[in-house]
């Protein structure tokens, strides 16, 4: 069982930034994918981007490349979503998710954290 917590939510100004962090409990597999999902009222969720453990395989949906940057920090076991130039259309529940190498599908996700942008 993996376990994944989200955390850095919150309001912000158009043009404005935030910080997501997801704390991932796998300590054990070798190799695995970690991915920022979000999903807005009335809409299905959409990828935002992926990154690879142990290497930095990166990539990112195309309406959020160049704003928005995913990194890791391997001490930490924690996955980190930079947002920057913030946009009305980034608000959304942000989840993190798990997926083995292979296996397209997510198996594990956190519990979301609500990013707002508004003025």
């Known amino acids: 069982q993996v376990e994944l917590v989200e955390s850095g939510g919150g309001l912000a100004q158009p043009g404005g930034s935030l910080r997501l962090s997801c704390a991932v409990s796998?300590?054990?597999?070798?190799?695995?994918?970690v991915g920022w999902f979000r999903q807005a009222p009335g809409k299905e969720r959409e990828f935002v981007a992926e990154i690879s453990y142990p290497g930095m395989s990166r990539r990112y949906a195309d309406s959020v490349r160049g704003r928005l940057a995913i990194s890791r920090d391997n001490v930490k076991n924690t996955v980190y979503l930079q947002m920057n130039s913030l946009k009305p259309e980034d608000t959304a529940v942000y989840y993190c998710g798990f997926r083995y190498p292979g296996i397209n599908n997510y198996a594990y996700w956190g519990q979301g954290t609500q990013v707002t942008v508004s003025s």
């Open positions: 796998e300590r054990t597999f070798r190799n695995y994918y």
